[in-house]
Structures are given as C-alpha cells and as structure tokens.
C-alpha cells in the first residue's frame, strides 16, 4: 500500500503562482512514476504533469511552459509548481503514484 497526502492548494487570482506537494509513504519503493492529474467540474480527469524516478517528465500542452514538476526521492515527495495560472487552471488536483495510488485531492482556484 502507498498513502499520498497532497498540499498547497487554494484561492489564487489569475496570473498568480501556487506550488502543490504530495508526500507519498509505505511501500513506495515500487514506484516509479509519480505525476498530478486535475478534474475541473463536468469534465473528465487529465493529466497535467508526470516525472520519474530517473527524472523525465511529461506534461500537458496546456500548461507547458507555465508549470513544472519536480520530485525529491529523498523526502518521497512530488511538487508541482504553477506560474502565471489561469481561470481554466480551476480544478480538483490530484496526486498520482504507479498505476493505483491516488491521494485525496486538493482544490486549486483561479479567480479575480
């Protein structure tokens, strides 16, 4: 079993930044890649970001450029930094670990 316990999420205005964590712990020696999804109302769960053990990421289109994943192996904990963010950036987040581990979900709001 893995636990994963996100963090960061909140009320920001639009062109502001937000950096979300999610420590993961239990058997994660298993695990090698880890990532954040989001789910906006009415819509389905996508993928935003993903990153290796090794170091290789992957990101959507939709936010390339402006948000960058990070993973500290050390503390088993995976950081998801987001600049210049926008209303269509309004989403429940989720951190994402292997193929069956999901944490709670953390909201993450865009408005002026």
């Known amino acids: 079993q893995v636990q994963l316990v996100e963090s960061g999420g909140g009320l920001v205005q639009p062109g502001e930044s937000l950096r979300l964590s999610c420590a993961a712990s239990g058997n994660i020696f298993s695990i090698n890649t880890m990532g954040w999804y989001r789910q906006a109302p009415g819509k389905q769960r996508e993928l935003v970001a993903a990153?290796?053990?090794?170091?290789?990421?992957n990101y959507a289109d939709s936010v390339k450029g402006r948000f960058t994943i990070s993973r500290d192996n050390a503390k088993n904990t995976v950081y998801l930094q987001m600049n210049s963010l926008k209303p269509e950036d309004t989403a429940v987040y989720y951190c994402?670990?292997?193929?069956?581990?999901w944490g709670q979900g953390t909201q993450v709001t865009v408005s002026s």
């Open positions: 990153i290796t053990r090794g170091g290789s990421t």
């Open positions: 994402h670990a292997g193929i069956l581990y």
